[in-house]
């Protein structure tokens, strides 16, 4: 069973960086895709980032390409996202999924976490 727990999130002026994390206590994450979303006040649910099961394949979407980075430790069952250069306009609750599918549709994805609230003050 997949349980995703997001941390790192907070509240960091604008051009600093925080980094999230995505820890599965069911142990099965290193086996699946894994993926960030995030959804602001208002706005639907966007793809961030998305890497494979083994960490060779990764996509951004271009408003966070050259400032964020998604990696992962698969010995220890979780995902990661350094966020750079941050901008007030990526204050978002950010949510980390889990898919068999190779996509940047949520709809694919089958595990979610509960979400981390980030929040960049201009």
């Known amino acids: 069973q997949v349980q995703l727990v997001e941390s790192g999130g907070g509240l960091v002026q604008a051009g600093g960086s925080l980094r999230l994390s995505c820890a599965d206590s069911?142990?099965?994450?290193?086996?699946?895709?894994a993926g960030w979303f995030r959804q602001a006040p208002g706005k639907e649910r966007e793809f961030v980032a998305r890497?494979?099961?083994?960490?060779?394949?990764?996509d951004y979407a271009d408003s966070v390409k050259g400032r964020f980075v998604i990696s992962r430790d698969n010995a220890k069952n979780t995902v990661y996202l350094q966020m750079s250069s941050l901008k007030p306009e990526d204050t978002a609750v950010y949510y980390c999924?889990?898919?068999?599918?190779?996509?940047?549709?949520?709809?694919?994805?089958?595990?979610w976490g509960q979400g981390t609230q980030v929040s960049v003050s201009s």
């Open positions: 999924a889990a898919a068999t599918n190779w996509a940047m549709d949520a709809k694919f994805y089958n595990y």
């Open positions: 069911g142990r099965t994450l290193r086996n699946l895709n």
């Open positions: 890497i494979g099961w083994s960490g060779t394949s990764t």
